[in-house]
């Protein structure tokens, strides 16, 4: 099993929509959470950042982090074109594993 | 001003052959990173310097070996490449090894590199 696991997708949604995007994680040692963005040939980007259980939010994203059930999730709210792109989930204590990444198109 | 900076972006080569990655990073961070990310767009960790030092070096062929000459840059030399050396080399920098403060890692735009 590897240590993270995330829904490769593709995902394609219509512009406005509200996105939900997964992991689940394997290691209980891992205290930190975060998402990021790559957008087609470019390299990933930092999006979101957490160490705790709870919700965080930054504009139209939440970053959501279930250490009981070992689940990790993003949520983008009125999604728009330019949020088309890889999303890769990482969890570590001290070394961060990534997920595989979901595509994800939001269609104008 | 680019952050992380990787030479070339593309190279395409025959299977056999030696290829050289250069990176160098401006923002000043003591730890840089080689990631691999294959066609399904796997991100997997290669080798961690912290301020020259190799920290981190994951299962690997030795045919892989990184060199830092300073805390700036790091480049990755790959002897006898092989068809599933195919992918997107990525480098990145951190301001510390950990996770401890904002776990951000900052990312060139990555090496692709074609093996025929």
């Known amino acids: 099993q590897k240590e993270v696991e995330q829904d490769p997708g593709p995902l394609s949604v219509p512009e406005g929509a509200i996105v939900s995007l997964n992991c689940t994680y394997s290691n209980s040692a891992f205290q930190y959470f975060m998402w990021y963005r790559q957008y087609s040939r470019k390299g990933p980007e930092l999006l979101m950042y957490?160490?705790?259980?709870g919700n965080k939010e930054d504009g139209r994203f939440t970053a959501q982090v279930d250490k009981s059930s070992k689940y990790i999730s993003l949520f983008i709210r009125d999604s728009q074109p330019s949020d088309s792109a890889t999303y890769l989930c990482g969890a570590g204590s001290y070394q961060l594993t990534f997920g595989k990444g979901t595509k994800l198109s939001v269609i104008p | 001003d680019t952050a992380v900076s990787q030479t070339p972006k593309y190279l395409v080569t025959q299977m056999g052959n030696d290829k050289s990655i250069k990176c160098e990073q401006n923002l000043g961070h003591d730890t840089m990173y080689w990631y691999k990310q294959d066609s399904k767009k796997f991100l997997k960790i290669m080798f961690s310097y912290n301020n020259k030092e190799l920290i981190i070096n994951e299962t690997v062929p030795n045919r892989f070996s990184p060199k830092s000459p300073d805390k700036a840059h790091l480049n990755l030399h790959i002897n006898s490449l092989e068809l599933g050396d195919s992918a997107v080399y990525f480098c990145a920098s951190s301001q510390d090894p950990g996770m401890m403060d904002t776990g951000e890692l900052f990312f060139g735009e990555g090496s692709r590199l074609t093996v025929l």
């Open positions: 957490t160490y705790s259980s």
